[in-house]
Each structure stands twice: as C-alpha cells, then as structure tokens.
T-cell receptor, first 112, second 117 residues
Framework: DAKTTQPPSMDCAEGRAANLPCNHS???????VYWYRQIHSQGPQYIIH???NNETNEMASLIITEDRKSSTLILPHATLRDTAVYYC?????????????FGTGTRLQVTL | GAVVSQHPSWVICKSGTSVKIECRSL??????MFWYRQFPKQSLMLMAT?????????EQGVEKDKFLINHASLTLSTLTVTSAHPEDSSFYICSAEPGVRGNQPQHFGDGTRLSIL
C-alpha cells in the first residue's frame, strides 16, 4: 500500500469548511483512498473513500486530483464534534479484506 | 449501516490474570476481523488478522501465545490477553469488513480500554 503524508494538525472555525490534505504520490492504479477519523477514546469511524472520481456523502466530500497523487477531504460545515484525528489511507483492492495501516493522521481542532 | 460491537468497553484487573475481549459484527458476517492496539498519543497498530475457522495471522513482534485469538463464527472474534501485565495496558480495537474489498469499508468497534494493576 502506498505511503500517505498528512499535516500533523489543523485548526478550523466552527461553521467553516475544513479542508484536510493528503499526499499519496506513489499510489498505484488500483489503490483506493480511504478516510477515517478517530474521536478521542473511540474506535475509528469510516468517512468516505474513492478511486478516481470525486465522492460525496452525508459526512464529507473527497476530491482526488487527476493524477491521483493527492486528495482533500472536505467537511463543508465543521462543528465542534468534528474535532478528531483524521487518517488518510491508501489501500489496494485484493478482493479480500485487507489490513489498514494507520499513519499519524491530522489532528483537526474545531474552535468557536 | 454495518455495526461492530466490542465488549467490554473498559476492564481493570490484577497483574497475572487473563482478560477476554469480544468483537461482534451485529448485522453482517465477517470472515476476517482485525485486532489493533493503541497506546496513548500514538496511532493504531495492527496486532493480528483473525480468520474464521483458521489460525490468526500475527504481525511481527506480537506474541501469539500471549494474545490468543479465536474466530469461531462469522460474527464473533475474541482476543484473550493471557497473564496480563501493566505493560499490556492499552486501548484494544477490532474491525471487520462486510462484502468484498473495495466495495465495503471496514468498520470498527468502540474499543476496549484495558488497565492492568
């Protein structure tokens, strides 16, 4: 699985959009980009994933660059409850369940 | 949505005792489950891959005789920390994946905080 690089921390004002970047310059053609977040003292929560196209769900949007070397997770209207560590993970499609390798992630602090 | 349940959520026990943690997939079947460990202010580290009906696969440096994994059904995997010591105190988290890789994301339990006195 490709290595991902994320900034260690970010701040965002409540109500504003939070844009969390992730670099995955060595990603291969069949590797998906997954985003999870971990709120303090809880298990990770799945947010969104994508392969090539931009994706949107009720939680967030995922923007993947055309060359697939980077992506951005967008929380359109951040709230205090979005304060968490966000993990970007590249994962190859093997046809069976594959282990996730968590890096250090980005600690997002949403403030009033 | 897919739900993974862990039990207990918190356990405190004396050094030398064994502790069993359960991980259940509540609304889907999972042939594979994963066990992670997380120390304070660190990221999740994979301990082992639990396979239904067969032996678990342990990551390098994880003692298989100390961390016993049983995956006897498609909805239940258990992790037993044998002869636990204070250094085993940690946050243990399991995950499971419904469906085929690439179509369904893994879902995580809420974790078990283990404190060994």
């Amino acid at each position: 699985d490709a290595k991902t690089t994320q900034p260690p921390s970010m701040d965002c004002a409540e109500g504003r959009a939070a844009n969390l970047p992730c670099n995955h310059s060595t990603i291969s053609g069949n590797e998906y980009v997954y985003w999870y977040r971990q709120i303090h003292s809880q298990g990770p929560q799945y947010i969104i994933h994508g392969l090539k196209n931009n994706e949107t769900n009720e939680m967030a949007s995922l923007i993947i660059t055309e060359d697939r070397k980077s992506s951005t997770l967008i929380l359109p209207h951040a709230t205090l409850r979005d304060t968490a560590v966000y993990y970007c993970i590249a994962l190859i499609n093997t046809g069976t369940a594959s282990k996730l390798t968590f890096g250090t992630g980005t600690r997002l602090q949403v403030t009033l | 949505g897919a739900v993974v349940s862990q039990h207990p959520s918190w356990v405190i026990c004396k050094s030398g005792t064994s502790v069993k943690i359960e991980c259940r997939s509540l609304d889907f079947q999972a042939t594979t489950m994963f066990w992670y460990r997380q120390f304070p202010k660190q990221s999740l580290m994979l301990m082992a891959t639990s396979n239904e009906g067969s032996k678990a696969t342990y990551e390098q440096g994880v003692e298989k005789d100390k961390f016993l994994i049983n995956h006897a059904s498609l909805t239940l995997s258990t992790l037993t920390v044998t002869s636990a010591h204070p250094e085993d105190s940690s946050f243990y988290i399991c995950s499971a994946e419904p469906g085929v890789r690439g179509n369904q994301p893994q879902h995580f339990g809420d974790g078990t905080r283990l404190s060994i006195l």
